[in-house]
């Protein structure tokens, strides 16, 4: 075999040779037999088979009729909305929420809106403030009267309002406490505020006496802030303080007068049931001897 | 069965038959077949003789026509994206195979295959395209076989080679030239 220094095509030739554009007798020198090769497997194809192809392409248009239509934006785009909307709806939420609570809280929001809010806080244990709009007019007595150019002037609450009818007198304090003066105005036209919530301070006068609803009957229902220590509380006469009194031997066998009264029928009496001032520290029974204990 | 010289192009028009295919028209349809069918089988036999490349092709096509409606290109383009379909439906098949072996050559083809093939021996002018492209891929590695049918059979550039593949095209031109020297090699001496 002669020796063929083989000649090494540059890139030029090569991609010439790979895109079938060199024939056999152009070749370099040793790759004729390539060039004619790459030229064979280049050329030469033959016509698809009829059947065949008319059952390829049959099933490509129907592929094809059957594929959605190429609508991507549009098909995306319905999906875009709802994130969107979701995420509008969201923050336009959060927002009025926290707009709205803020301002609540603070007492920003009309009067109106402002009681029925604080109405329905009141339920859950927030403490928010009522609206400042206040019932005045006709009957309410101005704090100051119309002067020219210059409007009446009203209590800014039921409390202001109270405590200055008494103190123009007693009845005019009776009279206030009949009306609505200085009350919240609700949207539904009823007091919002609870009337303790904002009830003036305790008349002087009756702070000095003993309370005269002290001792009133309340079948049963004892209260300790009306009457404290009062036996009416605890029928049975056991384990209360003011109640110690009957503890002992009175309080096992019920010997003691008081005790076994109120236990009896159940019902509290101021009359039937002396407070400690009715009964003096000298009057207390004692363990040795009780007074009525064995009779 | 009739050839061509070249695989028919599809050309200037192929714009209109692109959009007329992509609306379903039978008519576009099988003009844009016509244009590449013989290519690629041709491709495929060479790449795997045992495959039944007309199933493969039929495969590819089905998947070229249900995504046709979403391409957006020129001719080259569109080849580039039929052979792509094409390997990836051929790796497809070799994993099918390799998962069940199948025999596909009887004892009787073996006994008539003595000695094999001599390419030396071979006159290449008696060699029809067909066989010419399976001795490329015989004779040649996987990598460097693959650039050069695609070259040559397929029709591509460098740069889609390179872009098919996966590779820089510096690569591509790197595995085609050691190709031909590999080819002039086992070729022998000038006709």
């Known amino acids: 075999m002669p020796f063929h220094r083989r000649h090494r095509p540059d890139p030029s030739t090569a991609d010439r040779l790979l895109a079938g554009r060199v024939g056999a007798d152009d070749a370099p020198p040793g790759y004729r037999r390539v060039a004619a090769l790459l030229d064979e497997a280049g050329s030469g194809f033959p016509e698809p088979a009829g059947s065949a192809a008319a059952k390829t392409v049959g ?3 129907t592929a094809i009729s059957g594929a959605p239509a190429p609508e991507i934006a549009s098909r995306r785009s319905p999906m875009l909305k709802k994130v969107l909307a979701a995420k509008t709806i969201a923050v336009v939420s959060v927002l009025a929420l926290t707009a709205s609570g803020a301002a609540a809280a603070t007492g920003n929001l009309p009067d109106s809106v402002q009681d029925q809010v604080a109405k329905a806080a009141k339920h859950v244990g927030l403490n928010l403030p009522h609206g400042t709009e206040r019932v005045t007019g006709a009957p309410c007595v101005p704090a100051t009267p119309a002067t020219d150019g210059q409007p009446a002037t009203y209590a800014k609450n039921r409390g202001q309002y109270l405590k200055q009818q008494r103190d123009v007198s007693a009845e005019a304090f009776e009279e206030a406490k ?27 006068a009756p702070k000095d006496k003993k309370p005269k609803d002290h001792g009133q009957p309340n079948g049963g229902q004892g209260n300790a802030d009306e009457a404290p220590g009062a036996p009416a509380d605890n029928p049975a006469g056991v384990d209360t303080p003011a109640g110690s009194i009957d503890t002992g031997s009175t309080a096992s066998d019920g010997a ?37 204990a064995g009779s | 069965m009739t050839s061509t010289p070249n695989a028919q192009r599809v050309g200037e028009g192929f714009d209109d038959v692109m959009a007329a295919a992509q609306t379903g028209a039978e008519w576009a349809v099988a003009v844009l077949y016509r244009s590449l069918q013989p290519r690629l089988l041709r491709f495929l036999r060479a790449q795997a003789p045992a495959l039944d490349a007309e199933d493969v092709a039929a495969q590819t096509w ?7 409606a979403y ?10 994206l039929v052979f792509t379909v094409a ?24 006994a008539g295959m003595a000695g094999g093939r001599d390419p030396e021996a071979e006159t290449l002018a008696r060699l029809s395209g067909e066989e010419a492209a399976q001795l490329l891929s015989e004779l040649l590695p996987p990598d460097q076989a693959d650039v050069v049918l695609l070259r040559v059979v397929a029709g591509l550039s460098v740069d889609q080679v390179a872009s098919l593949l996966g590779r820089k095209p510096g690569t591509v031109r790197v595995l085609q030239h050691r190709a031909l020297r590999r080819l002039a090699r086992q070729l022998g001496d000038d006709l």
């Open chain 2, 71 to 80: 391409f957006r290109g020129d001719e080259d383009g569109f080849q580039a």
């Open chain 1, 59 to 61: 099933a490509m248009v």
């Open chain 1, 178 to 204: 009949k009306t609505r003066c200085g009350m919240p105005v609700n949207s539904d036209g009823t007091p919002g505020a609870d009337e303790a919530d904002e009830a003036p301070e305790a008349p002087e």
């Open chain 1, 256 to 292: 003691n007068s008081t005790g076994a009264e109120n236990a009896g029928d159940g019902s509290g009496n101021a009359e039937d049931h002396p407070t400690p001032e009715d009964h003096p520290p000298a009057d207390l029974p004692t363990p040795d001897g009780l007074p009525g």
């Open chain 2, 87 to 110: 390997r990836r439906r051929l790796a497809d098949h070799r994993r099918a195979v390799r998962r069940r072996p199948v025999d596909l050559v009887g004892d009787d083809n073996l």
């Open chain 2, 62 to 68: 089905l998947e070229i026509a249900r995504g046709l």
